[in-house]
């Protein structure tokens, strides 16, 4: 029996499993990620190697001019030394790890979890899932609110493959497509796209594509050539708190 017990383990019947249990699922890029993992020992007894816990999302990525959607690994640490797992034995192992600052926020279909695995070898590794909120910062916050009242409306939010010229740590970035619904801008732009690469809590750098309204022929070629596009490259910190709105409109005016 106990033959036919480790072959079943070895395929994932009976084998070891894993459940992770989040302290708090609302967090805010930077903050810690705690809780505790549980394993539990399946009907033998096994090797756990180590145990992963990773942070992930989705991006849309463009080949043959066909859009897919793919998963993207945004972090992954690793728990443990190698350790043995009795038959029906539980372990928890609590852990604390640092959300990366480049974290998507969950706006739009945009999509946060931490996976955990465990790694046995000769067996198939367990798995759990564990979707998580995450909120922006105050500096986010901020920038997003002036924007709104500047009379733009968040249209829609992608994480979609990054041109290797703007390209970070990640191969993806997160984009808020803004556009003019009231004030000075209606009628003037079509669009607002914002993409932040934060290098702090307190400090950001913002790449703003401003996309002008189409106005007559010319209008319409420049809109076929992409001319009628302006990237613009800013940072803003905490200490531009109390005059962000101003600092963004005037960036926004200089290609309206």
Sequence with gaps: MSLFNKVFASIGIGS????????????????AVKGIVDVRGGSVEQQIDA???SVYTTYLKESDERKYTVNAMIDQVRL?????????ETKQIPFSFQLPLDTPITLGRTKIWV???LDIKNAVDPTDKDFI??????LTDAVLKAVNDLGFRLREVECEEAPYRIRKRLPFVQEFEFVPI??????????LEIVFFPSSSTITDIYMQVDRKARGLGGFLSE?????????????????????????????QKFA
Excluded: C, W
Aim: cysteine-free; glycine content about 6%.
């Design 133 to 138: 909120k995450v909120i922006p910062n105050q």
């Design 80 to 88: 443990n030394e190698p350790f043995v797992i009795k038959p029906q």
């Design 16 to 31: 070891a499993t894993v459940d992770t249990k989040l302290e708090r699922d609302t967090l805010i890029p930077g903050e």
């Design 51 to 53: 145990i992963y816990l």
């Design 182 to 191: 009231t004030g000075n801008y209606r009628g003037k732009l079509d669009e």
């Design 115 to 117: 996976a955990t695995g």
């Design 224 to 252: 076929a050539l992409e001319m009628d596009e302006s990237h613009v490259h800013f940072t803003v910190s905490s200490g531009d708190l109390p005059t962000l709105r101003e600092k963004i409109n005037s960036v926004i």
